[in-house]
């Protein structure tokens, strides 16, 4: 009687398989971070030469039967910098852009292994070490995966799905990877890294020229053990004119090419609200890392409110949301960073480990053979007759009989060079049999040596190779933003960009909010704030608390864990017309009367204080002289510049008109943008040579001296 088998047990049995299969060719391995595709394209060429596109995908196609499209195109996305940060393979010819733009044809390309990929991938790595496995017809042996000498899982990026799963690895900075390698080696109890003071060394570092505006927040997250935070990304835009913006990169992990799509066909479009406005598109780029998408619309349209309608076109602020899937061994597995550094640690431990035991062997038949040679060394025409007038069984028992050599030993005879035993001579041979067992020694005692020398050369890679920051993410940063009239806002990164961007328009009443910088006097009243009025911010925001006018109505813009949220209509500020930024808890004051004093508790707080303040500032925390920059209505064309130590001196007023405090900064700052009164008819002005035009206690400078809009 035969076993009965169930029909679903073959198809589960036949569809594990199947997943297996799946999985192991489309997700990444957690010790290199490689997909199969990758692995068999980097083994089959030669390392220190060049090849055509035609050369590599017959190379790989033998072990890799899944067409010379799939080969070729992996190949050319290993050569672009904006899919990673450390290319493996270099590129003469198109290899696409992105922008969406094809790369040429395979026959008019030219490739080679970059240095970074021989120093990672193969070198000072024995191979002997290596996983392997069949090919997939059965024919040969493959790598399984690399062990290289930095985990490289961490570094790319890789997004795949099928067989019901999902794959996407964001990469991290190479210098964050390398520490992060160091500290965990330097742990004495590695089951329990604490990385959690490490957590900042996590934030991805994306090839693409975008900002990371929750880098806060992802802190925390790391912090917590949480690696699958959403990572909010916004892409980089320029307004080139007041009816023209320029989109250099949109957010991380959106196509493109696909939005290009969409944007031609929203303009085609007459019903479309884009066409309505009688926009215009042209996708510009000639540099592969940006998209240069620009969009002009006809004058007199309101350039703000065309950035806030089409972010939904252009996916300019877009999370994305790490899937730490690997396959290791022919198992999914879902491990986070520091997992990973601790897999890679104990492969690259047993791969070093493994390549000492076999040179330690090497050496011991070295040794062995040596030692033969010196004791037949003298005898060597007796042993050469031994061994050409008998047979085998009879030579092994007259060679161990007449000089007392091991099986082993009489094997080495048999396979020795007849040459080499005649000019052996035993001062060399004791020569080399010294160094061998020096070098014996020497093997031994660098199995305790292990962890340095994985530090010592991660520390050597760090050093050598750099990250080239131009086209990668950055947290955002920003020196303040413009408020353009009450129809916008525009965040600038420096004051050069601010006045660039500010002089686009002329006629409309500009401010610059700076932040973490001193602020006018405001009262706030005693108005409760309504939490479910909170929208999005129009633009991102570093501060932690910024009071502004949009839109002829209050809005306080706050910050708090990492995210940026606008509160409209919040009656919050009983003056009109007023900018407030970010000011300590406990900040210093100047009084109508020119003094410097701690700001009263009740400043912020709407009740009334003993003196008038004029403005409030941040201590600078070293002690130091202050310059207070002030203008004053009789004289509108004079900046005062005064050199202040707080206690000591106080700030001069001049008697007639109106005194307006520009700013007050430490002595050390020389550049600064400050904005000016309403009775001026200029709004903003940048000061460069702050240091030069302070010297002394007091200095009036003609406005004509300094840039301003």
Not at 171 to 198: A, T
Not at 488 to 503: E, F, P
Not at 631 to 656: D, E, Y
Request: charged share 25%; net charge positive.
């Amino acid at each position: 009687m035969t076993d009965e088998v169930m029909a679903s047990d073959i198809i589960q049995s036949n569809t594990y398989e199947y997943a297996k299969y799946v999985l192991s060719n489309i997700f990444p391995n957690p010790i290199d971070g490689m997909k199969k595709v990758k692995r068999r394209i980097l083994s089959r060429q030669p390392l220190d030469e060049s090849f055509s596109g035609m050369v590599l995908v017959s190379n790989t196609i033998s072990i890799h039967p899944y067409g010379d499209s799939s080969i070729y195109d992996t190949a050319c996305s290993m050569t672009n910098t904006f899919e990673s940060t450390f290319p493996l393979l270099h590129l003469i010819g198109k290899g696409g852009s992105y922008s969406g733009d094809r790369a040429a044809s395979a026959r008019y390309a030219k490739f080679k292994i970059t240095d970074f990929c021989k120093d990672i991938f193969f070198k000072d790595v024995n191979f002997k070490t290596i996983p392997m496995e069949s090919t997939e017809d059965l024919s040969g042996r493959e790598i399984q995966y690399f062990i290289p000498r930095i985990p490289t899982a961490l570094l790319y990026e890789n997004e795949s799905i099928g067989f019901g799963y999902s794959s996407r690895t964001v990469p991290m900075k190479f210098e964050n990877i390398c520490d992060l390698v160091v500290d965990f080696i330097n742990c004495p109890d590695k089951n329990n890294w604490n990385y959690s003071k490490l957590a900042k060394l996590f934030i991805p570092c994306l090839p693409i020229k975008v900002m990371i505006t929750n880098v806060s927040d992802l802190i925390d997250a790391y912090s917590k053990g949480n690696f699958t935070h959403p990572i909010q990304t916004e892409g980089l835009y320029v307004i080139s004119s007041n009816n023209s913006v320029l989109f250099r990169t949109i957010a991380y992990g959106v196509s493109p090419s696909a939005i290009r799509l969409n944007l031609t066909n929203a303009i085609r479009d007459k019903n479309h609200w884009l066409s309505k406005m009688d926009a215009s598109f042209d996708a510009l780029s000639e540099d592969k890392n940006f998209i240069d998408f620009r969009i002009t619309i006809k004058r007199g349209g309101n350039i703000f409110d065309l950035i806030e309608s089409i972010k939904g076109i252009i996916r300019l602020r877009t999370p994305s949301y790490p899937i730490n899937n690997y396959v290791f061994n022919e198992k999914k597995v879902t491990v986070d960073p520091p997992v990973i550094i601790h897999m890679w640690y104990k492969e690259r431990y047993r791969s070093i480990f493994g390549s000492k035991k076999h040179r330690q062997q090497e050496l011991q038949l070295t040794r062995m053979r040596l030692e033969t040679y010196l004791i037949i060394c003298e005898h060597v025409d007796e042993v050469i007759r031994i061994i050409k007038t008998m047979e085998q069984t009879q030579i092994y028992k007259s060679l161990k009989d007449r000089f007392g050599l091991s099986t082993r030993q009489c094997g080495i005879l048999l396979d020795a060079n007849l040459q080499i035993l005649m000019k052996s001579k035993r001062t060399e041979l004791e020569e080399k049999l010294a160094k061998v067992a020096n070098d014996l020694l020497d093997i031994a005692n660098s199995f305790v040596n292990i962890d340095k020398e994985i530090c010592a050369e991660v520390k050597a890679l760090k050093k050598k190779y750099k990250t080239d920051t131009s086209f990668v993410s950055s947290e955002s940063k920003y020196i303040g933003c413009l408020l353009v009239g009450d129809i916008g806002i525009i965040q600038v990164n420096s004051a050069s960009s601010m006045m660039d961007t500010g002089g686009m328009f002329n006629g409309v009443n500009l401010r610059f909010l700076p932040y973490y910088i001193g602020v006018k006097n405001i009262k706030f009243n005693k108005t409760a704030i309504s939490y479910n009025q909170i929208v999005a911010l129009p633009f991102t925001t570093n501060s932690s608390g910024i009071s502004i006018q949009y839109k002829s109505k209050p809005h306080l813009f706050v910050r708090s864990n990492g995210k940026s949220q606008c509160i409209p209509g919040a009656t919050t500020i009983t003056s009109e017309k007023v900018i407030m930024n970010h000011v300590s808890s406990k900040p210093l004051a100047i009084t109508d009367r020119g003094k410097i004093i701690k700001a009263p508790e009740d400043l912020f707080t709407g009740r009334k204080h003993t003196s008038d303040v004029l403005y409030a500032f941040d201590e600078i925390p070293v002690t130091m002289k202050y310059v207070v920059i002030s203008v004053n209505s009789a004289h509108p064309n004079v900046i005062r510049f005064q050199s202040i130590v707080p206690g000591k001196t106080k700030v001069l007023f001049s008697g007639a008109g109106e005194t307006s405090i520009l700013t007050v900064v430490g002595e050390d700052v020389d550049d600064v943008v400050v904005n000016l009164p309403s009775f001026h008819k200029y709004n903003i002005m940048y000061i460069t040579d702050v240091v030069k035009h302070s010297k002394g206690i007091l200095n009036d400078v003609n406005i004509r001296m300094l840039q301003k809009i």
